[in-house]
């Protein structure tokens, strides 16, 4: 039975696996995830007795973060990732969470974010740009920590932008060419992002830009237009 959105605001489980995520992005990824909604679960998972998690506790009071105690009880190997799984699947079948917010870099979780993006609901990857693919391309969006730890602090002379890669170029012209059009050519760039996110886990603040519109504007290969009801407009140039 489907969550009733209309009296509330959606409720976004955020699960941290800290021994392969950066404490520094907890604050960025808060401020994206409210977009989604209210997080009102906070967990991080890990052995909290290793030394190398000390930053991570002193996070934990500060942004209300529940920490979940998992002892490494064989070398090289710790129960995190199965503690994580575990309690996904019983916020998932709770009906209760209305989106899930996953800091890993680790591509262990891809088979977590698949079952739970088959159930209807958004799954937000936080990770370094090092993130196996197959872990981001299982996240409805992916977002590389660093690059929003960069944009907050607003770091370089551009700002924290990063050069659009040709992988990116590539999908906004598939989904341009796949998007309605109007007589003169231009598609409603709203369609061409709702496209380009159907088939790929890309996010533009990956690039350091908060939206879309933004992002284009530096391509090229395209054209944009603003309309009178606000819209953005698009139209390929080459």
Known sequence: MPNDHSRHSPNIALLIDADNASHQGIDPVLTVLAELGTVNIRRAYGNWRKQGLKSWVDKLHRYGIEPQQQFDLTKG?????????????????????????????DSDFMPMAMRIRQDGLPVYGFGSNKTPDAFKQACS????????????????????????????????????????RDENGFAALSAVGQRAGNRSSFDVRNYGYARLSDLIETIPNFQTEKRANGQVWVKRLR
């Open 77 to 105: 190997k710790n129960a995190t990732d199965m503690k994580m799984t575990i309690d996904a699947m019983d916020l998932l079948y709770s009906e209760r969470v209305d989106g899930f917010g996953i800091m890993s870099s």
């Open 141 to 180: 969006r992916f977002i590389d920590v660093d690059a929003l730890i960069k944009a907050e602090k607003g770091a370089g002379a551009s700002g924290g932008k990063s050069e659009v890669d040709e992988e990116i170029v590539a999908l906004l012209i598939d989904a341009y060419d796949a998007a309605k």
